[in-house]
């Protein structure tokens, strides 16, 4: 996805959630569990998705992430 282009909330939102879904059940090294099993298991039972999608949806929550880390509050 290009910098320039903005994410819907929605998608922002469906990442975050996809992202949760992953780090609750990844494990580093276990062949059950990595990314593209956990895809085929858990999240494309929720939400139908490719491999490719899938690390879309990661960077986007990757870039939210540093978005809100790097946001001034006012309080």
């Known amino acids: 996805m290009s910098a320039s282009k ?3 909330a ?4 469906k990442a ?3 992202k949760q879904m992953l780090d609750e059940h990844y494990e580093a090294g276990n ?3 990595m990314m593209a099993g956990i895809l085929r298991t ?3 039972k929720v939400y139908p998705m490719s491999y490719r999608t899938l690390q879309r ?3 986007i929550a990757k870039n939210q992430t540093e ?3 790097t946001q ?3 309080f």
């Open 6 to 8: 903005q994410s819907h």
């Open 10 to 13: 929605n998608t922002i939102k």
């Open 16 to 18: 975050m959630l996809v």
């Open 31 to 33: 062949q059950s569990k």
């Open 42 to 44: 858990k999240i494309s």
């Open 57 to 59: 949806y990661l960077v």
């Open 67 to 69: 978005k809100t880390a």
């Open 72 to 74: 001034l509050t006012l």
